[in-house]
């Protein structure tokens, strides 16, 4: 038998997601839960430029993904989350096995 290298899962601060740490640093710069993350769609800057027809000048739009961040809804997500979580852990008393 041969021993096998295992590694350390890690858990994102702010979702239930795991993995190894490279994709999770990756993972909590960008998640949905974290309120000071990095938005990919505007770059933090809460909108969009959109192109129209040509001769016009492109459009401001509010971000998809910013404007609906919304701290209420978040608040709601978490107390489900508390309500509803699974216990991982089965608790069983010592007993002798008589062997």
């Given amino acids: 038998m041969t021993p096998v290298k295992t590694q350390p899962r890690y858990k994102c601060d ?3 997601k795991r993995s190894v740490k490279a994709v999770m640093k990756l993972h909590e710069k960008r998640c949905f839960r ?4 990095f938005c990919d ?7 969009t430029m959109e192109e129209t027809i040509e001769g016009y000048p492109d459009q401001k739009v509010d971000c998809i993904y910013c404007s609906q961040f ?8 978490e107390a489900w989350e508390k309500k509803h979580e699974k ?3 089965l608790h069983v008393k010592d ?5």
Avoid at 70 to 77: F, M
Wanted: charge should be positive; charged fraction near 35%.
């Fill in 34 to 37: 974290n309120p000071n993350r």
């Fill in 95 to 99: 007993i002798e096995i008589p062997f």
């Fill in 70 to 77: 919304d701290k209420k809804k978040l608040e709601d997500i």
């Fill in 87 to 89: 216990v991982d852990v």
């Fill in 14 to 16: 702010f979702c239930k």
């Fill in 41 to 47: 769609n505007c770059g933090n800057r809460g909108f």
